[in-house]
């Protein structure tokens, strides 16, 4: 088929992204309410369920076995449908088991998605210009997001729409944005060929060690600082819409910023900010009592995310290129390792003291920060010292 100029790498990664922020942020803004209003969910219950939700990212690095059989082209089609078809039902299966199950289908398109999208931007753009990118990418969820909870909260606020309804609707949305995929874009060729066996290098060690405590970070906010909002503060699905798109707003500015940041000034020296930000803003939710500065506490931790874009960006400068197919799946694994454990220990221990949960989150960004400063890459502009003037 003869291609036109948009049916490029890049168009298919933005569409891609577009399919999971749709399908991923309606899933997300209603969960909580979902699980407490119709399911009864606890403490207890929201965190097991999310332990549950993280087991696919942990099984991440089965994504290598898949490769032998197709592209990571296709196994992306393949998630982007086991996304959209999960999120469309989890409506119809108001009761616990119910939920967990929706919630394991849907998880295993969203991290399949994640890990092989990670490898393909990786390969297919170049180095000096993937921060930029990923900061693109970024500014594109949050504009997907930011329609989404406009949208949730028009229904639920305006045409009072049932769970099940929204549910539906957006993912069907994601599956008409994959037969757009499907149709419309060729299938792309891979400038080097990549490992299909499980890698682990010793010379990655420090990447794996912050990936793996950056997956403990994540699960602290994704699980427990909305949780928080609904169970402390008492928001109800439109009051959380609302919270998102404020998130999203951030990021739509910001993260491009983020990404050209990290071009000018490293990775190591953005993971360090990073990481400080991060101490202070979950030593803030262990003592907050006023809503609107936990609010605050929750864009602004929502904004740190966009600086992960450094640990990415890190590996693909270390990394030998025929490695980041196998080792995109074998840290998501590593990512995963705490998210499976956390959301179920740490629910058991939101019973009794919440504000213990984030004091630990504070301890793992200060690791983290520790281990940041071992980073041994040239900032920008002392690699471009080094560069010799041509002589003429």
Known sequence: MLKSAWQNEQTFLTIATIITALCFSAWGALLNNFAIEQVNFSGAEIGLLQSLREIPGFLAFTAIFLLLVMSEQTLILLALCLLSIGVAITGYFPFEYGLYATTVLMSIGFHYFETVNNSLTLQWINKE??????????????????????AIWLAVSVLAWQFSTIY????????????????????????????????????????????????????????????????????????????????????LYFAPKIGQLIEKVGEKRTLTFEYIGLIIVFSGYALVENQYIASGLYVIDHLFFAMAIALKTYFQKIADPKDIAATSGVSFTINHIAAVVIPAFFGIIWLTNPSLVFIVGAGIALCSLALTQLIDLPTPHTAEAKVEPTSQ
């Open 168 to 251: 539906l609707v957006f993912g069907l949305l994601g599956l008409a944005l994959l037969l757009l995929l499907i149709l419309a874009m060729p299938r792309f060729k891979n400038n080097v060929s990549q490992h299909k066996k499980l890698l682990v290098r010793k010379k990655y060690w420090l990447y794996y060690l912050l990936v793996f405590l950056s997956g403990a970070r994540r699960q602290i906010f994704v699980v427990f600082a909305g949780f928080m909002m609904v169970e402390k503060f008492g928001y109800d699905a439109s009051d959380m819409a609302l919270l998102f798109i404020a998130n999203h707003l951030a990021s």
């Open 129 to 150: 210009k993937t921060p930029s990118f990923f900061g693109r990418m970024i500014a594109i969820k949050s504009l997907t997001s930011l329609a989404t909870y406009g």
